[in-house]
């Protein structure tokens, strides 16, 4: 019987969003789920593993990732690792009976995606994607009034995620820059964010009826020392091709009618970490920006030729407001630390009630890779793609 204790692996800038959820969690599961520590921290750098560690109260680092999974007393893992190594650090958890939430993207490609899919399907560990978007309060009282009939039927969803991390043409290489290791550049690294929401807020997608790719920074030069993240740092002077995109637009049209738009860059200079909503349905329309995470905007018709927006701010009866947010008044701001540890509080919830982790599953993950995949065949071939 194996223990409970939790381990990060990759201790990049994402394994300190996994670490602080689990901190902050961990008085509310440790009695719940017997076991339940903040085990170890594990990555090649064996310095940033120390730090992420000593900052969030680890008791243990490692360098490698299987000995950590052969643990006895691990018995919860994150992959926070690279887009290359995602399928692969999760199926070797699932083997060896572990409860594991991997980083999106799940995998670089639906055909990799699928016997992972297969495997968490029918393996009893609790396994999931993350999809921490689908936790926005606002986001997920979207989905409710379209659930509820409030909307109507969809008819349109546009749904972008901007980013400008990669703007900088300065910014060194790194596997991010790589299709063989990264997969899709902006499509696969914020895209995924942006499909999930898609298929979360309108179900599935039945066609890809075109897509435009294109890479605005076409080199970087190498760095001269190590560096995490988008960090910048110290320039070689070798330079390497960029070959995964930097933007990406795509026409979808979803299995009920509704149509789609779907927007992904990594180099929307000012935009930082955007993802945006606008949905329109034969009722009402419904919009989100996540640069105001704590309310939307809401037009319902009403038959007098105006229908005018009204602004909703979170309110104690928001989805996870009053459970997880530390003064959960009305109007108070929830941030993405918040929101993160509102889908790791979920997925240890399930553990400790042995459930499935359905909202964000693998089963999620390998159906948005589908999507991405026939976003990038329409990019190529000019051609409508079926799903």
Not at 189 to 198: N, R
Not at 211 to 235: C, D, Q
Request: with cysteine; aromatic share 8%; hydrophobic share 45%.
């Amino acid at each position: 019987m194996r223990k409970r204790g939790i381990a990060i692996i990759g201790a990049g800038m994402i394994g300190a969003a996994h670490a602080n959820g689990y901190r902050t969690l961990l008085p509310r599961f440790e009695k719940l789920i017997p076991g339940c520590c903040l085990h170890t921290v594990c990555d090649a750098n064996a310095a940033a593993a120390q730090k992420l560690a000593d900052n969030y109260g680890f008791a243990h680092v490692a360098d490698d990732w299987r000995a950590v999974l052969d643990n006895p007393e691990v018995g919860i893992v994150s992959i926070c690792l690279p887009n290359f190594l995602h399928v692969e650090a999760t199926t070797e958890a699932l083997k060896r009976g572990l409860h594991v939430l991997c980083e999106k993207p799940l995998a670089l490609s639906a055909a990799q995606a699928q016997p992972l899919a297969e495997l968490a399907a029918a393996s009893s560990s609790i396994s999931g994607t993350v999809f921490n978007y689908r936790r926005i309060p606002a986001l997920a009282e979207i989905k409710n009034r379209l659930a509820a009939g409030d909307l109507g039927d969809p008819v349109q969803l546009m749904v972008g995620f901007q980013c400008d991390y990669a703007a900088d043409p300065h910014l060194p290489h790194s596997w991010r820059y790589e299709f063989e290791r990264a997969g899709p550049g902006a499509l696969l690294d914020v895209g995924t964010h942006a499909a999930d929401m898609a298929r979360y807020l309108c179900g599935e997608v039945a066609e890809v009826r075109g897509a435009i790719s294109t890479i605005s920074i076409k080199s970087r030069f190498l760095p001269a020392e190590a560096t995490v993240g988008h960090a910048r740092g110290m320039l070689s002077d070798e330079a390497r091709p960029v070959d995964n995109d930097d933007v990406m637009s795509a026409l979808l049209r979803f299995n009920s009618g509704c149509q789609g738009f779907l927007t992904a860059s990594r180099v929307a200079i000012g935009m930082g970490n955007a993802l945006t909503v606008r949905l329109f349905g034969t009722k009402g329309t419904a919009l989100f920006d996540l640069l105001k995470p704590s309310s939307y905007e809401i037009a319902l018709f009403d038959g007098s030729g105006r229908s005018p927006f009204q602004s909703l701010y979170n309110v104690p009866a928001s989805p996870g407001v009053a459970a997880h947010v530390a003064v959960p008044h009305d109007t108070v701001s929830v941030g993405y630390g918040e929101v993160f540890s509102m889908m790791m509080a979920e997925f240890l919830g399930c553990i400790a009630a042995d459930r499935p982790f359905s909202n964000g599953s693998i089963a999620d993950g390998y159906e948005v890779a589908r999507i991405l995949d026939a976003i990038q065949l329409a990019a190529m071939d000019g051609k409508a793609v079926k799903l």
